[in-house]
């Protein structure tokens, strides 16, 4: 048992540790050392809550209060006040944005009232670096269940049954797979775990690695029983040091308790597992390309079939899942398939996790049932619109995916239904917009991310997104031409159909979509020369309202090519009117925010 | 090139991990890896040391290095300069806040002052959304960072060194 009275947990996401958690974790050590708590107050910095717009989160238990925008001078206020008087701080409580309501508990904060923890169970409540607090949750138990009590076959029956469908993007029946690599003959098979988390915006995986890295360990080791492979790779993304580190240390207390090595729980069977690093290509994420690169060449895909199951790394049968799809398996298999049906919606059971970010105000990692609406995740979880702004879209699937206009927000969030709405769920990126995005200038961004990230294997993808490129930037400053659109699907088109991975035939959506959904947008761009977000540079001037101007000279003062010039008329208390040099100015929007009566506008 | 001494030890660091390999199947991105960690960069010597030692052609090495964007053949500046481009980032104006620190430092991203003080690069996606759009420099990183805050984020990086 534990003697401490209170514990003290402080979110170690690499969210939280940006915004300043390490300051918070040595102040309360301080603190507590200055008030002779040290023994009674225990502090764990665990892995990620998933608030990250509110970070650096503290918790205290066993009161269950939840402490937000912690810094390192608040926590002597929550020493003294919380940790010896019994007071809670109220200041730093959760305030919601639009009620003003402060909320004790997190259960009953709207952000985590809807979510349902299954994938992410254990983050922010183990010590990540401890694998007893693992084992001390039933860690290790579901390996053990399937070593002594099941058949690798009946493993393999348990997750079919339970419908669980890959996390990284196209939603494929894991039990299947693993089927598939069960029923090829063979002295060596591999398991690897995607932990390649290229999608910008996307970062569960590194969370649940950060968080919970024993749960992939022993869903690894599971795999490995269930289709008869000796070895595992963790395929890790170099940019993720501190998931690197807590998987590494995860890795060797597994083998020092027994748990990875030979003869595991004293049986006939053995695995280990090591790391590869990635070096930074979003085409490794593809599993083919993801093997050629654990092999040491360039992540160019492989043509498929033969599948990985069949012929993966080394040319042995390979089973790629990636890590959010992994945290599943032992809850699945210590707590049933029915249980796991239960949860989602019918061919989509179970939930899935969502990195909420954008023009939205609660940011953060969100674990939600499948066939939940998008209404509901932006609106009772990611609380509204940021700034009173409206809402335009929402984008899924990173560069792979599409756009999810204002009338489809209440379509159910499954596979089929993103693939439907022109999208897909890919590993889980949600990307709030407002009316200030322009959907051409988003287009644009995504593009660029391809053409830079495409291996150049297949002359479509190559050539074919780099022409789409130049039309999109063509248009965006204002040089658009009238059959910029038809040639812009065709492309599109063809760049699809002719692509041999998953990232050529799924780069031309955020293009595709965007045309479908806002191609008054386009149209505005090539026909009128607008950009209606005001986002476009080039297709907008600022310019000072005569009528609102002071002639304070301060806009003049700031402007980095002396572009704003007085005029003869009289403005305020007797001073010049300004106006701007259309010609000179460089739209660098300095000058906007410094003028004290808003009178520069942009047209 | 003439290696110097100090050349000679990194050389002698890289060495000592390769032979430690078990297997040098496979082991190129692994050791590219280290050979970034020790020299901070992969010139065309490097290149050339690590085929010559895991006895691969050169080729093979550089077309490893110019595919992955972890590796770099440019030296980095004394302050490194990194803004992400995420999505989360970019939507909330990471692109005015780049093209900020390239006026400011007179470099385009990607690559390094004439005097090696500064390099700016373009990040993909660093996963600390709920602080976009976000800039790490040397380690340090500065969260909701609008493009008239990057006068004051170079003044606090380097008052922050010269303490």
């Known amino acids: 048992m534990n003697p401490t009275r209170l514990q003290v947990l402080i979110c170690g996401g690499t969210g939280c540790i940006s915004s300043g958690c390490l300051d918070v974790e040595t102040a309360f050590m301080e603190s507590l050392e200055k008030h002779g708590l040290t023994d009674e107050v225990f502090v764990l910095k665990v892995g990620c809550l998933g608030f990250c717009e509110q970070g650096p989160i503290v918790k205290v238990y066993p009161d269950n209060t939840f402490y937000v925008r912690v810094e390192g001078k608040d926590v002597e206020e929550i020493v003294v006040e919380h940790l010896l008087k019994g007071k809670t701080v109220e200041r730093l409580l959760f305030k919601d944005p639009e009620t003003g309501e402060r909320y004790f508990y997190y259960k009953d904060m709207p952000f985590y009232k809807s979510q349902h923890r299954v994938a992410l169970k254990l983050c922010g409540i183990v010590d990540p670096e401890q694998i007893s607090d693992y084992i001390g949750v039933d860690g290790y138990q579901a390996l053990a269940q399937s070593l002594f009590d099941m058949t690798p076959k009946e493993v393999i029956d348990l997750i079919k049954a339970s419908g669980l469908r890959g996390r990284g993007g196209a939603g494929f029946s894991t039990g299947s797979k693993w089927e598939f690599a069960y029923n090829v003959k063979g002295d060596k098979k591999y398991v690897v775990c995607n932990a390649d988390e290229g999608d910008p915006g996307a970062f569960m995986d590194r969370s649940i690695l950060e968080g919970d890295p024993h749960s992939v360990i022993e869903a690894m080791a599971i795999c490995a029983y269930a289709i008869g492979a000796d070895e595992g790779v963790v395929y890790i993304r170099a940019e993720y040091p501190l998931a690197v580190n807590r998987l590494r240390v995860a890795i060797e207390q597994a083998r020092e308790y027994g748990l990875l090595g030979k003869n595991i729980f004293g049986t006939d069977f053995s695995f280990d597992i090591h790391m590869d690093l990635g070096a930074g290509a979003f085409v490794c994420g593809e599993e083919t390309a993801l093997l050629n690169s654990v092999e040491g060449l360039r992540g160019e895909p492989r043509i498929k079939p033969p599948f990985p199951a069949v012929v993966g790394l080394w040319q042995k049968p390979t089973i790629i899942n990636n890590v959010e799809t992994l945290a599943n398996i032992p809850q699945i298999l210590l707590k049933g398939a029915d249980w796991f049906q239960s949860i989602g919606a019918p061919g989509n059971s179970g939930t899935k996790v969502f990195a909420l970010a954008g023009k939205i105000n609660n940011v953060g990692l969100v674990e939600v049932p499948m066939g939940i609406t998008f209404h509901d995740i932006i609106y009772k979880i990611g609380g509204g619109i940021r700034g009173g702004k409206k809402f335009k879209a929402v984008q899924t699937g990173g560069p792979s995916g599409g756009m999810i206009p204002v009338k489809d927000i209440n379509i159910e969030v499954t596979f089929e239904n993103l693939l439907k709405a022109g999208s897909m769920m890919g590993s889980g990126g949600m990307i709030v917009m407002d009316e200030d995005d322009c959907m051409v200038n988003i287009a644009k961004f995504y593009l660029d991310f391809t053409v830079e990230e495409s291996c150049g294997k297949c002359t479509p993808c190559r050539i074919g997104t780099t022409r789409m490129y130049e039309i999109l930037d063509r248009i965006t400053k204002g040089q658009g031409k009238e059959d910029d659109i038809k040639e812009l699907k065709s492309l599109g088109e063809t760049i699809k159909d002719t692509s041999l991975c998953g990232l050529g035939k799924s780069a031309p959506n955020p293009i595709l979509s965007t045309i479908d959904w806002f191609l008054d947008e386009y149209e505005a761009h090539i026909k009128d020369k607008k950009c209606p977000a005001g986002a476009c540079k080039d297709l907008v001037s600022y310019v000072i309202v005569p009528e609102k101007c002071i002639g304070c000279t301060i806009c003049a003062r700031v402007c980095p090519v002396n572009c704003i010039h007085t005029v003869d008329q009289t403005v305020g208390k007797n001073k010049k009117l300004h106006v701007i040099d259309q010609a000179e100015c460089v739209k660098c929007g300095a000058c906007l925010p410094k003028c004290p009566t808003k009178a520069i506008i942009l047209e | 090139m003439a290696q ?80 992400c481009m995420g999505t989360p980032c970019f939507v909330r104006g990471a692109d005015k806040v780049l093209a900020k620190f390239e006026s400011e430092l007179k470099i385009k991203a990607g690559t390094t002052s004439e005097d090696g003080m500064y390099s700016i690069d373009a990040l993909r996606c660093v996963g600390a959304c709920g602080l976009a759009p976000v800039v790490i420099v040397n380690g340090k990183v500065y969260g909701r960072i609008q493009d008239n805050d990057v006068e004051g984020v170079i003044k606090d990086f380097l008052a922050e060194v010269e303490a």
């Open chain 2, 4 to 83: 110097t001494n100090s050349d000679t030890t990194l050389y002698a660091k890289l060495d000592e991990f390769i032979d430690s390999l078990q297997t040098k199947q496979g082991a190129l991105i692994p050791v590219l890896h280290k050979a970034q960690e020790i020299f901070s960069y992969l010139p065309k010597e490097v290149q050339n040391h690590v085929a010559h030692k895991l006895e691969i052609p050169s080729s093979k090495v550089y077309g490893v290095v110019t595919f992955y964007s972890y590796f770099t053949m440019t030296k980095k500046g004394k302050y490194r300069v990194s803004v």
